[in-house]
Every structure is written in C-alpha cells, then in structure tokens.
C-alpha cells in the first residue's frame, strides 16, 4: 500500500493545500475470545488506535477496512458486520492537515492468522480491556468503546 503522500487522500492533498477535504474511511473492531478489543500503535506517531484508514480510489467500503485490518495487525478479516457511521467535521491528520471524517465503523466477527506485532504502519499491536483502553487515545475511540458496551445490533449513526 502506498505511503499517505502516494495515497488518493495525500494526492487530493497537494492539490488543495491545506484546504478541507471530506475523507471516508473504515475502522474495524477486533475483539478476542475475552471480549477484549484490540488496538494499535501508530508507527508515525505512536498514538492508539483501532485498525482503521481511509479509502482509496475505486476500493469498497468492505475491501478498505479488510486491506487496514490485513496492513496494520496482519489478520485477515473472515466475517464482518457494519456497526456505524461516525462523522467528524472537524478533524486534524497525524500531518496537520484539515478534514471532515466520515467513518464506516465494522464490528468483525471473525479472523484467521497471527497478529504481528509490528508492520510498516504500526510499532505494536495488542488487546486491551473494553474498561481499560491504552492511555490517551482519541475521544472517538473512547466513544466507540461506550458504544460497543451498549451495543444490541442495531446500526449506530452519529
């Protein structure tokens, strides 16, 4: 996968400048037999997160979120089921740069292979307890942990 400056988002970037751009992008919930979610640990900025991207051209919302899965803890998704839609409208990259997030937010229900602990995007990979996430991680992320406590099956938007 390319860089974020050979990506769509990062093409469209040097094109508008520091202008804001609407980004739609996938983030998947992976949780182990305990019920614990996993995160990782950005290699560019070494914050927390959900395995999660934006799209890239001409990619469904399914085939983005199964590429971040596969790029970021090395896993591939067997089953999924979208959970939400998140929007963000005022959004800040990991390079500074503006932009509107809308998030497709999937629950996956099933994997194979070993999660790697280290990828070209992520320094660490590990499962936390739903009521102990990683310190400092985004209030998104939080949001979505309240959401995944509650959550009966019915699709979220927010």
Do not use: C
């Not at 499962?127 to 992320?141: M, N, Q, R, T, V």
């Not at 942990?145 to 938007?157: N, W």
């Amino acid at each position: 996968m390319p860089n974020y400056e050979d990506g769509y988002v990062g093409r469209i970037r040097k094109l508008i400048g520091k202008e804001k751009l609407i980004v739609v992008a996938t983030r998947a919930v992976l949780q182990d037999h305990a019920g614990r979610v996993l995160f990782v640990q950005r290699s560019d900025n070494s914050k927390w997160v959900m395995p999660s991207g934006a799209l890239e051209l001409d990619e469904t919302l399914d085939e983005g979120m199964r590429r971040e899965v596969k790029e970021e803890t090395g896993l591939e998704v067997v089953a999924a089921t979208p959970m939400g839609i998140y929007s963000y409208p005022s959004s800040i990259t990991a390079y500074g740069d503006p932009y509107y997030q809308i998030s497709v937010q999937f629950l996956v229900n099933e994997w194979s292979g070993t999660l790697a602990t280290e990828t070209d995007e992520t320094t660490r990979a590990r499962f936390f307890d739903l009521e102990a996430p990683p310190d400092g991680i985004a209030s998104h992320y939080q949001e979505v942990l309240a959401d995944l406590r509650a959550y009966k099956g019915q699709f979220i938007l927010k």
